[in-house]
């Protein structure tokens, strides 16, 4: 059974960090690279980070760069987003995405996890 679960949302302040997680299941994770999405309220769906299957590569969002950090840890099957320097337009619900690099169709979603960043 293929999972992708989140962990480490919650409230911040303007200007503080957070490190999501997400634990990665039933598939064979070194086989896939992975990306962070985020969809706001009455918005679409944006990638934010993706990083390479063995986490040699890395890409981000305009918005984000210099500000959020995309790693994973294949031993322990987990892509992590550190978030730092975080703003009021930063506060979305945060989606975990795993893309086969074989067979692109092939991909799994997580449930997500909400970041509220306010004052």
């Known amino acids: 059974q293929v999972q992708l679960v989140e962990s480490g949302g919650g409230l911040v302040q303007p200007g503080g960090s957070l490190r999501l997680s997400c634990a990665a299941s039933g598939f064979t994770f070194s086989s896939y690279a992975m990306n962070w999405y985020r969809q706001a309220p009455g918005k679409e769906r944006e990638l934010v980070a993706s990083?390479?299957?063995?986490?040699?590569?890395?890409n981000y969002a305009d918005s984000v760069k210099g500000r959020f950090t995309i790693s994973r840890d294949n031993a322990k099957n987990t892509v992590y987003l550190q978030m730092n320097s975080l703003k009021p337009e930063d506060a979305a619900v945060y989606y975990c995405?795993?893309?086969?690099?074989?067979?692109?169709?092939?991909?799994?979603w997580g449930q997500g996890t909400q970041v509220t960043v306010s004052s």
């Open positions: 990083i390479t299957s063995l986490g040699g590569r890395t």
């Open positions: 995405n795993a893309v086969s690099v074989v067979r692109a169709t092939m991909n799994y």
